[in-house]
């Protein structure tokens, strides 16, 4: 099992409303933020049974019987097909309900889940099969496995902490399964994971990744692929104009400018953000690769490239991008105060030959996402020296702003009771 901290030390919450209340707006947060184990604490009991997070592709449990061991927040849990129809997938937290032990090692196959202490049985839909060795008064109905929300649509799952704190999944299951099965993410494989650990907190993790200012002098590579990247970093005006026509071109030929929905930008805690939009890659690259060549068969049912990217937020620490042949799905997890998990998912069409090259096809966001990690851990190196204060974000920066901003102010209705244990 990962060594997940849980660092729930006592805070005083009198005193985080005020580290809130004098945070400055559109600057970058005081170092408490980034490493303090007692704000990550807080964060862990109020901020994370709030959102929903990406957990799985549905092609991990392929057929009644198996079964996943996955991370969500600081929890184990086991993500299990119970049954042969489409929606039959479910959670639990992986702990037995006799006396706790670790239920689930690794991901398997079963009629039933087997605890390895003392050998407890339970069904794949959680409840309690093995009842002789039970006491009289005990009622074995109750002893059913620890379920965790679970939602699952356009070949994604989804889980979440805590079924009273979470908001209401099926307005982005209504707003993204459409276009997920445009990308072929319902008919899909796995053909490479891995995760980039990174020794930052996971707003750091977050807050690099929700702005492109750092990918020219960051990424080479991405600012060579991108077209739009390159109008808002070029230094050149005459350049901006050119990329930004090629773009609006690409849109007048493809018509997607109806793909544009949901809000990146969502500001509300009762509220799972989500969003989809799309773009051309530029130059006349057909896919995120090296060469802008493909580098397995189209998905989605598309029957020529169209060279656009799909980009899709997924709540507040999950995101996916789709490529015209492939799909890269990102998954930020927050393991302690100064260390997130950041795993990255590559996926092609299920009917894609088998000896595609998984090089060829996690290249663009391997490279990309190594350079994230070490700049990242720079800042958060940065941000533990005593000379570090706060610093302004940019234009170029806005919706890292907005992000931080966004926490803030739930992190601080969550302490005060607004919505939350009172201080
Ligand atoms: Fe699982 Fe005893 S703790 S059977
Ligand atoms: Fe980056």
């Not at 493809?254 to 969502?266: L, N, S, T, V």
């Not at 997890?333 to 088998?354: F, G, S, Y």
């Not at 966001?365 to 533990?384: H, L, P, R």
Request: proline share 5%.
């Amino acid at each position: 099992m990962q060594a997940y901290t849980s660092n729930s030390q006592p805070i005083d919450r009198s005193e985080t409303v005020r580290l809130i209340d004098r945070q400055r707006p559109d600057w970058s947060l005081e170092q408490a933020f980034y490493a303090d184990p007692a704000i990550f604490a807080l964060e862990r009991d109020l901020w994370f049974p709030r959102q929903w997070m990406l957990v799985a592709h549905a092609s991990e449990v392929p057929e009644k019987g198996r079964y996943i061991v996955r991370q969500l927040f600081d929890e184990e849990i086991i993500v299990v097909r119970f049954g042969d129809g489409e929606e039959d997938i479910a959670a639990y937290y992986n702990i037995c309900t006799h006396r706790g032990s670790r239920l689930c090692a690794k991901d398997g196959r079963g009629k039933l889940l087997v605890c390895p202490y003392h050998a407890w049985s339970f069904r794949l839909t959680g409840e309690l099969q093995s009842r002789q060795d039970l006491p009289e008064s005990v009622n074995p109905d109750a002893l059913g496995l620890h379920r965790v929300p679970c939602k699952h649509f356009g070949g994604l799952v989804f889980c979440g902490l805590d079924a009273n704190s979470l908001p209401d999944i099926q307005p982005v299951a209504d707003g993204l399964t459409g276009g997920l099965r445009e990308n072929g993410l319902d008919r899909a494989r796995i053909v490479a994971r891995k995760n980039y650990l990174t020794k930052a907190n996971w707003k750091l993790v977050l807050e690099n990744f929700l702005e492109c200012y750092h990918c020219r002098p960051a990424h080479p590579e991405y600012y060579r692929v991108n077209g739009h990247v390159k109008v808002t970093a070029t230094r050149d005006a005459d350049k901006a104009v050119e990329w930004q026509n090629e773009i609006e071109a690409w849109h007048s030929v493809i018509g997607d400018a109806e793909f544009h929905k949901g809000a990146w930008q969502a500001g509300d805690l009762d509220t799972m953000p989500f969003a989809m939009h799309r773009k051309p890659i530029g130059s006349g690259r057909n896919t995120l690769s090296n060469t802008g060549e493909g580098v397995s068969c189209l998905m989605g049912g598309r029957h020529a490239y169209d060279g656009g990217e799909s980009g899709f937020r997924l709540g507040r620490l999950s995101f996916a991008s789709a490529a015209n042949d492939y799909v890269t799905l990102f998954q930020m997890i927050p393991r302690n105060a100064m260390e997130t998990d950041v795993i990255l998912t590559w996926l092609v069409d299920k009917d894609a030959d088998n000896d595609v090259d998984a090089d060829a096809i996690s290249w663009m966001w391997d490279v990309t996402t190594v350079q994230d990690k070490k700049i990242t851990e720079d800042n958060a190196n940065g941000i533990m020296s005593r000379a570090y204060r706060p610093g302004p974000y940019t234009p170029l920066e806005s919706q890292t702003s907005f992000f931080v901003q966004t926490y803030l102010s739930e992190l601080r209705s969550l302490i005060t009771g607004t919505r939350g244990a009172p201080i």
